[in-house]
């Protein structure tokens, strides 16, 4: 039988696909160079040059029989434990190798975070604005997807709203810190303070509630600041992590859960992700990746740029009057539109050339978000354009 | 709340696994040379250099941010495209890439296939003797699984047990030809009968009933024959390959779907899969080792030693009086035990430090299967240890 839930979802079009489809074509006119592509959220620096290295001295001097067997279905084991060590070291956790489960980056961490966790039923939280591919996630599990609404002063949580939403239906919060797309990070009082509310549900219900934390931006922090480490301040907590924008490698889906060894049921939570995988046919990242990456754990891609970025579009947008909040991380941002409607608004920027995306589908109308990994002598340019649509149709 | 499904599943211990785990302590014991662990399908030669060759090619040559990029959510075009021209001259097919689906193996494609072609609830038929991971493939998606029971004369299709077991609620038939664990390939006269067999019951119950033709033994094939081709068989045909063992690649986690394009739906069943990705957090093979398998189509491994081990195999069995058929394809060989219960009979052998796994989580209990995919020197040495283990134990 033709499963008709999917095809119906090839009716809704990803807006995000449809603007970068936009930015192709209209590349094809006037030159890419001379679109300000700000739709998708793709690394624009290089990996490490250690990671290249890696690889080719792993091809060269291996036996390909090794390199390229099968992994177990829980990982390769030395590099769990690298992956255990690198995160002890940095977060003052006391993770092992058994807490650890690659995958095939964030999407596939919290595929099988979220199976351990939930059952069919059960309601998932999150936070706007949020990413957008959350529902497909969790809605296609068989657990439900609820979004809180914004905190659009700072984007941190929205606790009023939060605490009305946290039914005895809830098993899971899943949290994105640095976030896509508002760029804002988690401080540690929101964190302290999430971790308390969950705390006194879990009693008030008896019944665990879990964090995924979602954590693909935790290396790309800004003005010199930490990233709160969520398993710091809440034992249930999963992190679901990828490897796609610390080392610019998210063609290849290379990430990991990292199961507190404090949470209920620590020591059965990744086993039960290997039992996961085999419904799903998901079977651990490619090996050769496992064993490049576990080299190159404590480096990043050169991050700097996003920074930069970040500091020109913030100002530039700051002096042209819009309201926003300045990012912590991430590679985005994501100011109020200069009109009720951002998907009209960021229809207009589109005669400017600029390609913004409007932020009702990360839950959160009337803001539009901009993913400034891109070259910054572009971002530099872009700011003329950005000048010019606003005085042109907001003056 | 801690999903009990797959927290249950971890009492069950693979069979496979544990044998597998006895070879290694017993190899810590008398050294690993002298155990003759049949027991683990993990190719045992390595891949082609011109795979190597490429993969350093690409990390030498290529803008690490092309070739570590994301891949479509359907795929690298151009490797789509490669893998379609390479079936279409092998099978005289028409696939164009847009009929195909890279996957991470066939596990990941058997995962989209179902979910394409089956609704909860639907029943799903395979053929004894099985590969037993198919049950969860099949079981976790909300489908059923049930088997027809071997034609233990031949091991190709029973087809009386077939057609009463074919009800209206059977939407999906997978099989696997070359054949885990027995070795054989289904003969032409098989598949044209099952073709036909479908065909009738698609009319009578006025819906469709694919087959997900699992195919990674495709080209492992003895005696210089040719792998009948489903597709050409029948339309409504999903064919589900991985690269493992052609290219001696299993941990890198590479195959795809191919969709007939005669199928029904065939121009919808590609974007499904891509929807389907989007619950399961598949996302594509690693892009590096798709652009480099598509160098190497059709290249395969040296794959000759695992006919030089068949042969010594099925000889000595044949000689020592049991009862086997002989296998035309894979590193399988499936004979029946020399006492009613094959559990027992595995067991004994282990004295001999003869590692076999029992045939009743194949479906197929009274049989046992070697894997033979190990130096053709150790097949010879184990010959003697199966004489002494036959003569004493069974004469």
Redesign the interface.
């Known amino acids: 039988?033709?499963?008709?839930?999917?095809?119906e979802?090839?009716k809704a079009k990803s807006v995000i696909r449809q603007l970068s489809e936009f930015a192709t074509a209209r590349g094809k006119e006037i030159g890419y160079e001379n679109v300000f592509d700000y739709s998708l959220g793709?690394?624009?620096?290089?990996?490490p040059q250690a990671f290249?290295d890696k690889?080719?001295e792993l091809?060269?001097n291996e036996?390909?029989?090794d390199?390229?067997?099968?992994?177990p279905s829980l990982g390769i084991p030395e590099v769990k434990e690298k992956i255990a060590s690198s995160l002890n070291k940095r977060f003052g956790m006391n993770y092992t190798g058994n807490h650890i489960f690659p995958?095939?980056?964030a999407?596939?961490?919290?595929?099988?975070a979220l199976?351990?966790?939930?059952?069919p039923g059960?309601e998932v939280l999150t936070f706007a604005p949020f990413f957008p591919?959350y529902h497909?996630?969790i809605?296609?599990?068989g657990a439900s997807l609820k979004v809180v609404p914004a905190n659009t002063e700072t984007f941190q949580i929205n606790f009023e709203a939060f605490q009305e939403m946290l039914t005895n239906k809830v098993?899971a919060v899943l949290i994105n810190s640095p976030n896509n797309p508002s760029g804002i990070v988690y401080s540690e009082e929101t964190i302290q303070k999430l971790a308390e509310v969950l705390k006194a549900k879990e009693k008030e219900y008896g019944?665990?509630i879990f964090i995924l934390s979602d954590e693909p931006y935790r290396e790309i922090a800004f003005d010199g600041k930490k990233v709160p480490y969520v398993s710091n301040y809440y034992d249930n907590t999963l992190s679901c992590y990828s490897f796609s924008k610390s080392l610019?490698?998210?063609?290849?889906?290379?990430g990991y859960v990292a199961v507190n060894p404090a949470c209920?049921?620590a020591e059965?939570i990744v086993?039960?992700c290997g039992?996961?995988s085999?419904?799903?046919?998901?079977?651990?990242?490619?090996?050769?990746?496992q064993l490049a990456v576990a080299e190159v754990l404590d480096q990043t891609a050169d991050l700097s740029v996003y920074e930069r970025n970040m500091n020109l579009l913030y100002d530039e947008l700051k002096a042209l009057g819009f309201t926003v909040v300045r990012p912590g991380g991430t590679f985005y941002i994501f100011p109020k539109a200069l009109e009720e409607h951002s998907i009209a608004f960021c229809e207009k920027a589109k005669k400017y050339d600029l390609i913004l995306v409007p932020g009702d589908s990360f839950g959160c109308p009337g803001y539009f978000r901009m993913a400034y990994c891109i070259d910054t002598e572009k971002v530099e340019r872009s700011l003329t354009a950005l000048r010019k649509f606003v005085e042109t149709e907001y003056r």
Chains 1, 2 share one sequence.
Do not use: F, W
Request: aromatic content about 6%.
């Open positions: 039988m033709i499963a008709q839930q999917y095809k979802m090839l793709n690394p624009s620096v290089p990996a290249t690889m080719i091809l060269k036996n390909p029989i390199i390229h067997g099968y992994s995958t095939a980056g999407a596939g961490a919290i595929s099988h199976r351990a966790v939930t059952v059960d591919e497909p996630y809605d296609l599990s098993t019944h665990d610019s490698l998210p063609g290849e889906r290379i209920t049921d059965y086993p039960m039992q996961i085999r419904g799903i046919g998901h079977n651990c990242p490619a090996s050769i990746i």
